[in-house]
């Protein structure tokens, strides 16, 4: 005898997220980003760099540093939607401190402490996050990619 159950359906699922050392014009690991001090609890800043490669300065590298108390976090300014900035200015960050930013274009919201979508057209989906490391003296560079497990 045989089963003749349908097999159910199985989630959708999600396309993955770039790591964010292959994304155009990424910097490398130990770029860094500024100091602890220059951002404020509570607060995101948009900053952008420059790969060395890129002697010119043409190709900004743009991401979004978040604080929360003693913890800075940092993605890349792309929303998981259509790939374009969150924003284009920090003026025009959209954001609820220590809680969840958003995306300008169709509001799609990101939680703030791992980036991943709750609301919107990307609905768990995530920010690339950046890893970073900060020293004793509160220097902010980006840390080398995880290796693969
Ligand atoms: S492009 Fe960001 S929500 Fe659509």
Redesign the pocket.
Known sequence: MTDASPTPPSAPSLPATPLWHTLPHAPAPGTCLGHVDEVPDGQVLLRQVFAAADSAQQHPFKLLLLRSGPTVTAFANR?A??G?P?AVAQEHLKFQPHTSLS?N????RYRWSDGVCEW???EGESLIAIPLRVDALGTICIAAPALAA
């Open positions: 929303c939607h259509f374009v969150l995306c274009v169709h509001y799609a919107g057209d990307c």
